[in-house]
């Protein structure tokens, strides 16, 4: 082999990784793992040699995963995921029931898709799924009610991350916009990030505005901006065959990036939980 071959990471250095990922502390990981807090790092400085990056900042109260750390974690989730599901072909499938918290602003395929074949690889798993604003999601985790969910916001958010995408201004194709009268918008009328972007984008940069639809959902509002009553702002794979992007020319705000994080509960079942990871993380990559 050429010594400047990189040879894959094995299962065991991967499982190392995700745990110290998780817990942000090497001494919890090691606990977790059942091993000595030397034999962690031991394996964690392998991975990162046979990776030849970084993968964590390290500072007084523990570590955190850095931009290639980030990158990495889903790769490995998936890679963990997918040796699980080899493994287990022969073993029992795995049973109990899982609730699982997605936003409405995904693409509505990506629901579909995900707990589609999380339902067909898993017939012995029953699925709660409650889909709205993320915004109550990381307490409902807390709580328990949710033992996953996908979050997503304006700036990056603690748990795995999932995807990054751009959010636009858009309105109906046949809509004209008037410069010189306030931008009427189609706003959510919830306690969600979604429906400060617009206006604080607007208030900005000194753009007048004014509230034309107010909508509780995600398919109320493209709804209505594909019916003209406003223009909106949408993640981009939200967007349809019924609306327009509307480009700088048209004199409106940059906007912030849609950060999306998936985030599990400490105690809820982990093969429940990997699987409908793995599931989510599926859909997403092959949209």
Not at 195 to 221: C, Q, T
Not at 240 to 260: I, T
Request: glycine share 6%; charged share 25%; net charge negative.
């Amino acid at each position: 082999m050429n010594k400047f071959e990189r040879v894959p990471p094995n299962n065991d250095l991967l499982k190392t990784f995700v745990e110290i990922a998780e817990s942000e502390n090497l001494t919890l990981a090691a606990t977790r793992l059942n091993r000595t807090q030397s034999a962690i790092s031991v394996q964690l400085r392998k991975l990162e040699e046979t990776l030849r990056v970084p993968l964590f900042d390290r500072h007084a109260r523990g570590m955190t995963l850095n931009d290639k750390g980030r990158q990495f974690l889903p790769a490995a989730r998936r890679a963990l995921a997918e040796l699980q599901r080899t493994t287990a072909l022969f073993d029992q499938p795995i049973t109990g029931s899982i609730a699982v918290g997605i936003p409405d602003d995904f693409d509505d395929m990506i629901l579909e898709t995900a707990l589609a074949e999380f339902a067909a690889q898993n017939p012995g798993v029953e699925i709660t799924a409650q889909s709205g604003c993320t915004a109550h999601f990381p307490d409902a985790v807390k709580r328990g009610e949710l033992d996953i969910a996908v979050c997503s916001g304006p700036q990056s958010l603690p748990g795995e991350a999932l995807s990054v995408e751009r959010s636009v201004w858009v309105c109906g194709l046949s809509y004209v916009l008037d410069s010189d009268t306030p931008l009427p918008l189609a706003i959510q009328h919830r306690d969600c990030w979604w429906r400060d972007i617009p206006s604080m984008a607007l208030e900005a940069v000194g753009k007048d505005w004014k509230p034309s639809y107010r909508s509780s959902s995600f398919s109320s509002l493209r709804a209505a901006i594909r019916a003209g009553l406003g223009v909106g702002v949408l993640p981009a794979g939200s967007v349809d065959a019924g609306m327009r992007v509307l480009a700088a020319a048209d004199d409106l705000p940059p906007l912030p990036l849609a950060h999306r994080v998936i985030m599990v509960r400490a105690d809820a079942p982990k093969a429940l939980t990997s699987a409908m990871a793995a599931a989510i993380q599926e859909a997403v990559q092959r949209r």
